[in-house]
């Protein structure tokens, strides 16, 4: 089944200590992306790659890192979190053919 | 500057009702243009999409959207609605550099 899968789902940390964010997609699909949900802001995009090594910011890049040593993983790095990075974040892959990205289910983290 | 605008917020219908979600963009030439959906705690998944060719383009789960290039409109339909369309929809568009531009969504209720 064609899919791409966060880890963790849910995440509750303090400020400051590092985490990353995991994402890695079936689909050998070259293009990935994350993006961030905030309530009235709709998503915003915050890393993407076209590929393997190629990595280029988004929209909101600030406090994030993100690598792609392999094609199907993408993880997000917030290396000294902010409560003001509490959110909802979605990794998404897509196909070059469709055009369609195909989401993860998303992985809620609070910074207190 | 180039956006994605999704004039309501929220829009509460009658089950069994028309719908009629709206989506404009500002972008020099036509992006292609895509609708997501996103159900309760779920990820997003893509309804329908536009690239070029007939201007009437029909998704999942009953729903259409029609291209107007002289509105930069691509409002999404559905003649009747039902229960479990409650979601939030998503307008996005990508003009050419494989980066997808969200609108800010509109939230479904439907009332028995």
């Known amino acids: 089944e064609a899919q791409v899968t966060q880890n963790p789902r849910y995440l509750i940390t303090v400020t400051g200590k590092k985490l990353t964010v995991t994402c890695s997609q079936n689909?050998?699909?070259?293009?990935m992306s994350w993006y961030r949900q905030d309530p009235g802001l709709g998503l915003r995009q915050i890393y993407y790659?076209?590929?393997?090594?190629?990595?280029d910011k988004g929209d909101v890049p600030e406090g994030y890192k993100v690598s792609r040593k392999e094609k199907r993983n993408f993880p997000l790095i917030l290396e000294s979190p902010s409560p003001n990075q509490t959110s909802l974040y979605f990794c998404a892959s897509m196909g070059r053919v469709t055009y369609e990205q195909y989401f993860g289910p998303g992985t809620r983290l609070t910074v207190t | 500057a180039q956006s994605v605008t999704q004039p309501d917020i929220h829009i509460t219908v009658s089950e069994g009702a028309s719908l009629e979600l709206r989506c404009n963009y500002s972008?020099?030439?036509?992006?292609?243009l895509f609708w997501y959906v996103q159900s309760p705690g779920q990820g997003l998944q893509l309804l329908l999409k536009y690239f070029s060719g007939d201007t009437l383009v029909q998704g999942i789960k009953g729903f259409e959207a029609e291209f107007k290039r002289s509105q930069s409109s691509f409002n999404l339909r559905k003649p009747s609605v039902h229960w479990s369309d409650a979601a939030e929809y998503f307008c996005?568009?990508?003009?050419?550099?494989?980066?997808?531009?969200f609108g800010t969504g509109t939230r479904l209720t439907i009332i028995p």
């Open positions: 790659s076209m590929n393997v090594e190629v990595t």
């Open positions: 972008y020099g030439a036509t992006p292609y």
């Open positions: 689909m050998n699909h070259e293009y």
């Open positions: 996005a568009v990508e003009p050419g550099n494989e980066k997808l531009t």
